[in-house]
Structure formats: C-alpha cells, structure tokens
C-alpha cells in the first residue's frame, strides 16, 4: 500500500472514531416499562481499534446509571508506531437525565481534541427538555492561556428535537434491553441526531444472531444479535461526503454497511454493550474490539 493510501486508511480509522464515541458506550438505560427494574451501574469498558490488521487505537469507556441521570466518558488515542505519526487523542463525554418514564434526556455533550500543541473543544448544552440551548467552541495552544468559550448559535431548523449523538445509541441499547437479545431485532431503533453541522437520522436495523468465539483480540462470546448502522441526511450535508457519513458510504461500496455486535457486559447477564464493531474500505477493515469490563 502506498504512503498516501495509508494515511487515508490510517484517517479513516480515526474518523471512524466519530461514532465510536457513542457505539463504543458500555451502556444501558433504565428500563421504560414497570416490568424490568432499573439499576444503578458504573462500570469502564476497554476496547482496542485495528486497521488492516494494526492495532491503532486504544478506547476507554466509562459508564454511570442511576434511576435518575446517566453520564459516559469515552477516551481515546492511538499506540505503538501511530501515536508517533499521529499525535492525536480525544475525549468525548456526555450527561443527561432519565425521566419518570425511563427515558433519556441529553443535558450537556463535550468534545475536546489535541493535535500536537493545539487543543479545541465544543459544547453543547440541553434544557430540560432536551431541545439544545446553546454550543460553545473554543480552540488554543498548550501552554497558552486558554481563552473564554465562544458562544454560537445553534440552527434550530437543524437541532429541534434532534438527539445528540451517544444519547441515541444509548436508546438503541436501551430497547435492545428491554426487548430480547435474542432476536435480531434486539437493536432496532432510529432517532433524529444533530452533531453541531448537520441533521441526520441515525438507523440501527438487526440482519440476524451470530455466534461470536472468544479470540485473541476480545474474551467475549455467545450468541450475538449484528446490527448495521446507516446515517440519511436531512439537512447540512453540503459538498462532498465527509467524516463517518463517507467511511459508511465506503464500506457500503465493499458491499457493507457498517455493523456492531451486542452481548451482555458480563457472565451473569448485565447491560448489553457492542464488544465488536466492523467497518470495511477499500484498504482492509477497520475493527474494534471490547477486551475488558472493569465494575465498581
């Protein structure tokens, strides 16, 4: 593979992390109907990304539930020879409230990245309600003072009633949990997403149960539900594809879309997580891998 094709390949890895920020959550929700109790968990899930082969990336989740708000902190970097072509790592973190009906309500969703010395974050901020209130941005270099948020303003056309990203996925979860992992369609669900540009709605459809062995890369097994994931634009996708919408149109390309795998977080049941997640390119395919559970 030439320098060139690499990088793109390596890039693709990275902005796979775009969703990963929410499809690697070790998550669960609390439950909307009477029937399953809700819980209280905190809990870090560990995952390893791997590109044509290479081990990239390291991930980290960590997850909180009570019956009254959740929260979940996903870091990531790259290992080994990437980090040294790379110098990138992100942190992505989001907050929100679970009413009495067991549904979940975004509060405040973070973004903060580094590139080598310069640094940038963006937050958005949700009212009770979960309509976004307001965004903030703010970028600078280390060892410099860092200066005041700036405030922008959300497009409403875009953002009403529209989820940020990770709280979706935790829906989807959410339904695989009070449904059955046990049919394909544990993973069903769709929700309107805005990511601070654009408006999209976010689909999770089961195409069946497969049984996943417990390999070198991840200790998980079982029977496993396979969910693809596709993004449709609504609204603020201007010019050519960009971030996760092109590597799923990519991989669509190699006659997939992407796809996750769920099982139970542990031996003895416990919130259904994705502990593997495939996307293909054209260069080879991207892989994440769920290698550890860590409960408190």
């Not at 309500?105 to 009770?128: C, L, N």
């Not at 049984?211 to 200790?219: D, E, K, R, V």
């Amino acid at each position: 593979m030439e320098y060139d094709q690499k990088m793109t390949f390596y890039r693709s890895a990275l902005l796979s992390l775009c969703l990963m920020s929410a499809l690697s959550s070790p998550v669960w929700a609390a439950s909307p109907t009477p029937s399953v109790a809700s819980s209280n968990y905190d809990f870090t899930v560990q995952y390893d990304v791997y590109a044509g082969g290479m081990h990239l990336i390291d991930v980290t989740q960590q997850f909180t539930l009570s019956d009254t708000s959740y929260s979940s902190t996903m870091t990531a970097k790259p290992t080994g020879f990437f980090s040294k072509i790379v110098p990138w790592e992100g942190q992505y973190t989001t907050k929100g409230l679970v009413n009495k009906d067991g549904k979940l309500i975004p509060q405040r969703h973070a973004k903060t990245s580094r590139w080598g010395d310069e640094r940038d974050e963006t937050i958005m901020s949700f009212d009770a309600g979960g309509q976004l209130i307001r965004m903030t941005d703010r970028e600078w270099v280390y060892g410099k003072t860092r200066p005041a948020p700036q405030n922008v303003t959300p497009d409403k056309s875009l953002s009403r009633n529209a989820l940020d990203l990770v709280t979706t996925v935790l829906r989807m979860l959410q339904h695989a949990q009070t449904t059955s992992m046990s049919t394909k369609a544990a993973c069903n669900n769709s929700d309107i997403v805005f990511d601070g540009k654009r408006r999209f709605s976010m689909n999770f459809t089961g195409i069946g149960i497969e049984t996943l062995p417990a390999t070198n890369y991840s200790p998980f097994k079982g029977k496993a539900p396979r969910c693809e994931i596709e993004v449709k634009p609504l609204a603020g996708f201007n010019g050519k594809k960009r971030g996760f919408y092109k590597i799923q149109e990519d991989s669509r390309a190699q006659g997939e879309l992407p796809s996750l795998w769920l099982l139970p977080a542990w031996a003895n049941g416990g919130p259904p997580i994705p502990v593997r997640m495939r996307i293909k390119s054209e260069y080879g395919a991207i892989m994440v891998h769920a290698t550890k559970v860590v409960r408190k």
